[in-house]
């Protein structure tokens, strides 16, 4: 840890020496003209960081950096045996389908993953699942695509539609078993995660339970693979620290999911959240996670869907979480999310277009971007 406090204050200074000493660390101040100083905290600094409220409370000091990295599950340059830097590899998270094929995030392929906002009817869900499976056989990519729907579903007004719960989850089997497709669902209690997790593929913790820590945990302990979204208005950092409570519990099958921030210019009506675009090669080059989009929750409107996949695409996230509709006619009863939703015949263009890109540019994109990580 690094302090960085106000020159003449030789009280301060011993203060921190004496805490320092306590968890057995030493300290180097270090003096410079002007106003400001630093003292830097040697050693495993862990408990000491606890303090840290204390420390900006000391006189004269002005802040407080933690130089090591508190994310040491997930993040990409941790310390090694030997003290040194160690820069991991990124970690596949894998899915498994009932038809065999292993869906795998962040293996350098875009993974599909495409449903309703919600199972509302089984022939609903049935349609779209078996169109997903189409798609998936036409461009020979069955095993990067992926079903979604929540059943449980977290609404602003209460007097919202909220899901069928358990019911949704049993239609979300029923797609599974005709198309050996797996599914994320999103879980939403604590006391649930076994109910729905033994029926689910793959777990969705969504935006506003992204800081929900016990959620986080009991999610880490059951052990399934699990999307985790950001949180419309945390940090990146917060969302990692987020993914790392779930790590933290022994989970490393972590997909992280950028899907857009509460802006001041999100109040313009124009998009339902301002994509953080940048947010994906960041937690790409930070974290050992797969990255994934949402371009639905993003914009909120089916028609600016396209060039958000494909915005996602250009920052290489390794896959994007589709809100679908299988009929046009369709969307005048869907419940929640009726604007967002892109219907199938579309999606299958969507799927061309991200197909093209990753032949033609991802890979001259991919270059030039590691050569600018070498530099
Ligand atoms: C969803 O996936 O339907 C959803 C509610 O997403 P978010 O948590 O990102 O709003
Ligand atoms: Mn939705």
Redesign the pocket.
């Given at each position: 840890m690094i302090i960085e406090f106000e020159n003449g204050r030789a009280s301060t200074i011993d203060q921190i020496r004496d805490l320092a000493a306590r968890f057995g660390l030493a300290i180097e101040v270090i003096l410079r003209a002007g106003v400001y100083s630093t003292i830097h905290v040697i050693g495993d600094t862990r408990e000491f960081a606890t303090r840290e409220g204390y420390l900006r409370d000391l006189p004269g000091v002005r802040t407080t950096w933690r130089v090591t990295s508190d994310f040491k599950n997930i993040a990409r340059v941790v310390s090694g045996a030997d003290g040194k830097a160690l820069r991991r590899d990124r970690r596949p998270v894998v899915v498994k389908g009932l038809d065999g094929a292993a869906r795998s995030f962040g293996a350098g392929k875009h993974i599909f993953i495409v449903g309703p906002?919600?199972p509302q009817t089984l022939p609903q869900t049935l349609a779209i699942a078996n169109v997903a499976r189409k798609i998936g056989e036409e461009f020979g990519i069955l095993d990067r695509i992926m079903l979604?729907g929540?059943a449980f579903?977290?609404r602003t007004r209460p007097t919202d539609w909220r899901g069928l719960g358990m019911k949704g989850i049993a239609m979300l089997d029923r797609a599974r078993e005709e198309t050996g497709l797996p599914y994320v669902t999103?879980v939403m209690d604590l006391n649930l995660v076994p109910e729905i997790g033994e029926h689910a593929d793959m777990l969705?913790i969504?935006?506003?339970n992204a800081q929900n820590f016990d959620l986080l945990e009991a999610v880490g302990r059951f052990g399934k693979p699990v999307v985790l979204?950001r949180g419309?208005g945390n940090e990146v950092s917060e969302w990692f620290h987020a993914a790392e409570y779930i790590a933290n519990q022994g989970d490393l099958d972590i997909v992280l999911?950028e899907?857009g921030v509460k802006t001041l210019f999100t109040k313009g009506g124009y998009c339902r959240n301002q994509p953080d675009l940048n947010a994906i090669s960041y937690a790409r080059r930070q974290t050992i996670l797969p990255v994934i989009f949402?371009p639905?929750?993003v914009t909120g409107d089916h028609r600016l869907v396209p060039e958000n996949v494909l915005a996602a695409c250009s920052h290489l996230a390794d896959g994007t979480?589709t809100?679908t509709l299988h009929d046009e006619s369709f969307r005048q009863d869907q419940l929640?999310?009726a604007g967002q939703a892109v219907v199938m015949d579309r999606y299958r263009d969507i799927v061309e277009a991200v197909l093209v890109f990753e032949e033609h540019v991802a890979p001259r994109l991919q270059a030039i971007t590691e050569a600018l990580d070498q530099r």
């Open positions: 906002d919600s979604r929540g579903k977290p999103e969705q969504g935006t506003r979204k419309f999911c899907r949402d639905s929750h979480i809100e929640c999310d």
